[in-house]
């Protein structure tokens, strides 16, 4: 997996801004939580205009909340004029997850955008 800093991305200013309010604001609601970003944006053939910005967030937060329940919530924290496709995990969900080949695919190309500490357990 590849850990970078939003500044790094190759990605337009307001796709960056987008992915900073959001981690800013996952921080706020969740408190412990990881950002992954996946699909055309980490991969660098996004197509200006066309692309939608997949992320996945893993928190404990989740735990006893239906799945889409928890992208629904997270949906409002970005900004509305930003198109984003966002998956939300329990650590150990997404550890069950790993082995699966839709799963492996995506982080073959996923970067951790923003971390608010170590999820383990």
Known sequence: M???????LEV????????RLLASRLQERLGEF???????????DWVNGLSD????????????????ERSAMVRKLAPPDIPFEILC????ELEKLAEQSFFKEI???????????????
Not at 107 to 121: D, Q, T, Y
């Open 2 to 8: 590849r850990e970078r800093r939003l500044e790094e």
């Open 12 to 19: 337009p200013e307001r796709i960056r801004e987008a992915l």
């Open 34 to 44: 990881e950002l992954y970003l996946f699909g055309s944006y980490a991969r660098g």
């Open 53 to 68: 910005v997949d992320v996945i967030v893993v928190s404990k937060s989740f735990t006893g909340t239906p799945f889409p």
């Open 89 to 92: 995990y329990t650590p150990e």
């Open 107 to 121: 982080r073959r190309h996923w970067i951790k955008l923003a971390s608010s500490e170590p999820l383990k357990g």
